[in-house]
């Protein structure tokens, strides 16, 4: 009675200096056991100095939560000894780096190192090594398991606009499941992307690891290289190159993890370096729609990463010219030859939404801020015959366009950020598939109207627009894509930060 007085002075003293956050006062938070004691202390101090990363900040809270549920008895040790479970996470462990995570980060390692010091089924040698191989097993499967279910590196920390709405995930129910579960292997397995490019992308990264270290393989590619290039060049430079692939493979898996793992609806995904569109007819991954697509410059009008839900199609719209394209390139032009307005079929409109006559002194109107120009549909419309809006802060949009050549360049980043697209009355008809009457010759004549046409979809659909610099595909193949952008080499930055990356605040 007295002791467990003392113990409750002592924590809320903990408390009120900020060293432990306040606990509820129930049996369960009141550890019984010298052992159970030890791990609450670990906990309450957010460190654990035997660790790679001993700040506990990102893991905190879901420890104290799945040591408070098992009554702060161990989760990985039966009579000082571990459990199966253990060993088999921790044998899991040790092959993180096949899903493109980096061991070390995880205190492999050294909790393959207190396993070996356990000769022959033998206990732990003190209790305080008991202690610390429990703590150390589960803020390790702790942070695989949410690495491997949301990334290390939070998707708004990389890109702070970029938001997906997660389905919930109860990371302290997961710890102790897999600290009680027969498969530990499936347990990891069912916190990756259910993604078939994932998996994809994790073959190829085994393909390509195995490159980069067998001297053999390295040697046959060096020699087709030599072959298809024409050029000498030295096995370490193949070398470094490979490794390079292999660290823009993890760059990419991690970049997947951000993704939601499940679809109410089908997304619409636009992949920017690899200048791609894919609308996904079904929840079958290979029931797709694959069209080239041409996004935003480089270096003055990226398009940025984020995500957003078509609401509606506007057929034969106007195209309302933004204020820095009308100062920069529009005005400048029609000052020096008032007709440029009337060739590109471009109108000036009045704060009332009153065409206004094509004058000089409604250019000055335009300056000042009274009126705006916009472009009539038609042939010259440089939104073309149908745009697609979901609405966002960055006035982005997919549409059409009369800029047909674009398509064939191989790198295709020369819009003013918006996403032009190379088959817009393909995706109209998927996205108008479940309204009557939407066949493609209906949708033919509403992109050649002369005055527009809103039609809103029945439901909203996700649209992602993403950064993979890497693809893999089907047929085995690799396609590896320029980082146009300079995402990758800040989010390599990051992941080089180590833990607790982008904690406090976990959430994707």
């Not at 571990?82 to 462990?93: K, R």
């Not at 002369?450 to 909203?460: D, F, N, S």
């Amino acid at each position: 009675m007295i002791q467990g007085l003392v113990r409750l002075v002592l924590v809320a003293l903990l408390v009120t200096r900020g060293l432990v956050q306040p606990y509820r006062l129930d049996a369960q938070l009141a550890p019984s056991t010298p052992f159970g004691e030890a791990l609450q202390r670990i906990v309450a101090s957010n460190r654990h100095t035997a660790q790679r990363w001993p700040q506990l900040s990102d893991v905190t809270v879901d420890l104290r939560t799945a040591y408070t549920a098992n009554g702060w008895t161990p989760l990985w040790t039966q009579g000082g000894r571990p459990t199966s479970s253990a060993l088999a996470t921790i044998a899991q462990l040790n092959r993180i780096d096949t899903r493109g995570l980096d061991p070390s980060d995880y205190d492999v390692e050294r909790l393959s190192e207190l396993v070996r010091t356990l000769v022959a089924g033998a206990a732990f040698s003190t209790e305080a090594a008991a202690v610390e191989f429990d703590v150390m097993v589960s803020t390790a499967a702790l942070r695989s398991l949410r690495s491997l279910q949301y990334g290390r590196v939070s998707a708004r920390v990389a890109h702070a606009d970029l938001r997906f709405a997660h389905e919930p995930w109860d990371a302290a129910a997961a710890l102790r499941e897999l600290a009680t579960s027969a498969d530990a292997a499936q347990q990891f397995a069912a916190a990756e992307p259910p993604y078939q490019h994932y998996r994809l992308l994790v073959d190829a990264l085994a393909r390509y690891r195995a490159l980069a270290s067998d001297t053999v393989q390295l040697r046959l590619a060096l020699q087709d290289t030599m072959r298809k290039r024409g050029s000498p060049e030295s096995m370490s430079t193949l070398q470094r190159r490979l490794e390079a692939r292999v660290v823009q493979i993890t760059t990419t898996l991690e970049r997947w993890r951000w993704l939601p793992h499940r679809f109410t609806v089908p997304p619409i995904i636009v992949n920017i370096p690899a200048f791609e569109l894919f609308a996904f007819r079904s929840a079958n991954e290979r029931d797709v729609l694959r069209m080239n697509v041409v996004v935003g410059k480089a270096y003055n009008h990226k398009t940025p990463v984020f995500s957003g839900a078509v609401q509606y199609l506007i057929f034969s719209p106007y195209w309302d010219v933004p204020p820095s394209i009308t100062r920069k390139e529009v005005l400048p032009k029609a000052r020096k030859n008032i007709d440029y307005l009337t060739r590109n079929e471009f109108e000036i409109v009045g704060s009332n939404e009153q065409v206004m006559p094509t004058t000089y002194a409604a250019l000055d109107a335009v300056s000042a801020g009274r009126a705006r120009i916009r472009q009539r549909p038609g042939a010259q419309n440089a939104l073309g015959g149908v745009k697609f809006i979901f609405p966002n802060e960055f006035n982005v949009y997919m549409h059409d366009t009369p800029a047909q050549a674009l398509f064939g360049e191989v790198r295709r980043d020369f819009s003013h950020g918006c996403i032009r697209l190379s088959r817009p009355a393909e995706l109209a008809a998927l996205l108008l598939r479940d309204q009557a009457g939407w066949d493609s010759t209906h949708i033919a004549a509403l992109m050649h109207r002369t005055t527009p046409m809103q039609v809103r979809l029945t439901a909203p659909v996700p649209v992602h627009v993403v950064y993979a610099t890497v693809v893999a595909r089907d047929d085995g193949s690799v396609a590896f894509h320029d980082d146009i952008y300079g995402h990758d080499r800040r989010l390599s930055a990051l992941l080089k930060g180590g833990y607790p990356y982008s904690a406090p605040d976990r959430r994707p």
